[in-house]
């Protein structure tokens, strides 16, 4: 048996390096399928949310958008509210128990997760959306574009950039929260750090592992998205066709400020 | 149907309130095709507000709009929208697009146009209004002048009938007042009906075949802009023209 405490690192890591990789490899895929569908989630929330009800549209419509409007502000407030490892808890056993479901455990985390980012993204995008000028909006509508395109092709392209950094934190949470769903039996690195501890007893050494694990995987995550923020900011040139004295010049210009 | 067929625009008792505030206070008025109005009147007097009523972009509260003898709320309102170009004191670019897809987007989504026929419609007005050269930069690339050329050559890319301006040099620099009054000036040959919300009265003098001034949610006097500069009736107008000019 090591005596140090590199020792014990060196150990472990022979020992149970594959199953920290596959704990980690876990935790990846439910934070990318988790926030991205989160995101989608919160995207389409607050396209609906954000549907403009006019006073000539007839009785039936105004109803169902009041009636869609109070269910989707409900799911935000019950999802916002309720920590995630209770939303496990309940819809893992809730359909066991009750609906005689028994799914797999990976596919109620990708559940849970992506309906819970839903609802915190829902409000990012509201909030961004928002940050936009209704001057645009109202440019969109004057045109004769629906909500949908003015949205689609406007005001979103605008609002996801300025959202990015609140998106990024969200999938950086994802990668550490979804830590709690070990409470079903999810193999996420936190589930397979407590296997790996629990044969010699050495919690230090093994969670200190799996720290180092979460650290990596959110620094890389946080550069990455940083490189598609700069992306996504767009070409900081633009070219101007001729110039008064020469009609074939082609000019570049910088963004100023960039 | 009332009124003649000359008439694209004809507005009946038209009223809007904000909140207990009553902002157009029945309003009665034509324009026939092709003809260029000036709106003027002091801040606050509704001029604004009745110019939003046509394209529905406000809701009246009473009255009726016609546009070609049919009432606005009726048609479809991508019809409308496409048949009624606007122009605003903000310019309200798209600021994620060039100037280009800006004039680009509308044709595309709404008139159904082939994205070439749309591009080519889009460069037609580009280089009317001097913005050809900037096609490719991007709203928060280009001057006030310039946002405000290229969101007239966006209007202009849907080919309306009609084209309502809602002080369109009100957010500019005075040096950039004229190079947009100008392009507004080209279009006036055009055949195309525009009505003008201003504070430029040396623009309206010139410019307008007709001046309409309006004061506290009423039409005060309407005439030619001859008349209505050289001796207005109405100790309202009188005042307010005394006012403006002496600036």
């Known amino acids: 048996m090591p005596t140090s405490f590199f020792g014990w690192i060196q150990l472990l890591l022979d020992k149970y390096g594959t199953l920290f990789l596959q704990g980690a490899g876990v935790t990846m895929l439910i934070a990318v399928v988790g926030t991205t569908v989160g995101f989608l989630i919160g995207l389409l929330v607050a396209i609906l949310r954000t549907f403009p009800l006019k006073f000539t549209a007839p009785v039936w419509q105004q109803g169902l958008m009041h009636t869609l409007r109070f269910l989707l502000s409900a799911y935000i407030e019950v999802f916002r509210g309720t920590p995630m490892i209770v939303q496990a808890m309940v819809v893992y056993y809730g359909a066991l128990q009750y609906l005689k479901l028994d799914i797999p455990a990976l596919s109620a985390a990708f559940l849970v997760v992506s309906v819970n980012t839903g609802a915190y993204m829902a409000e990012i995008v509201r909030g961004g959306i928002l940050s936009i000028d209704k001057g645009q909006k109202e440019a969109a509508v004057a045109i004769g574009l629906t909500h949908w395109q003015s949205m689609t092709s406007v005001i979103l392209p605008q609002a996801i950039r300025s959202i990015l950094p609140a998106v990024g934190n969200e999938f950086v949470v994802n990668i550490k929260d979804s830590s709690v769903l070990n409470v079903i039996s999810v193999t996420e690195v936190y589930f397979m750090s407590r296997s790996a501890a629990g044969t010699y007893l050495k919690y230090f050494e093994v969670f200190f592992i799996t720290a180092v694990i979460y650290l990596i995987l959110t620094f890389t995550t946080t550069r990455l998205l940083r490189l598609v923020e700069k992306k996504l900011s767009g070409s900081d040139f633009y070219t101007v066709y001729g110039s008064q004295s020469d009609h074939q010049v082609q000019i570049q210009y910088t963004r100023e400020g960039t | ?247």
Request: hydrophobic share 40%; with cysteine; glycine share 8%.
């Open chain 2, 1 to 247: 149907m009332e009124g003649s067929m000359a008439n694209i625009i004809e507005i009946g008792s038209l009223v809007k309130h904000f909140g207990k505030n009553a902002v157009l206070k029945g309003i009665d008025l034509a324009f026939p095709k092709g003809q260029v109005a000036c709106i003027i009147g002091p801040s606050g007097s509704g001029k604004s507000t009745l110019l939003r009523c046509i394209n529905l972009l406000e809701t009246p509260d009473g009255g009726s709009i016609r546009l070609q003898g049919q009432d606005v709320t009726e048609m479809p309102t991508g019809l409308l929208h496409a048949r009624v170009g606007m122009v605003f004191q903000q310019f309200n670019l798209f600021n994620n697009l060039s100037a280009l897809e800006n004039c680009v987007l509308g044709q595309v989504k709404v008139l159904k146009r082939s994205r070439a026929q749309s591009e080519e419609t889009a460069m037609r007005y580009l280089e009317r209004v001097g913005m050809l050269p900037y096609r490719d930069a991007r709203p928060d690339q280009l001057s006030g002048g310039q946002k405000q050329r290229a969101a007239i050559a966006r209007a202009l890319s849907m080919d309306p009938d009609v084209l309502l301006f809602d002080e369109p040099t009100s957010a500019l620099d005075p040096e950039m007042v004229d190079e947009v009054l100008n392009v507004i000036r080209t279009l006036k040959d055009g055949g195309l009906t525009m009505l003008i919300v201003t504070h430029e009265m040396a623009f309206a003098r010139d410019a307008a075949d007709r001046v309409v001034f309006m004061d506290a949610g009423q039409l005060v006097e309407d005439e030619p802009p001859q008349i209505l500069f050289a001796q207005p009736r109405n100790p309202r107008t009188q005042a307010f023209l005394a006012r403006s000019l002496r600036r």
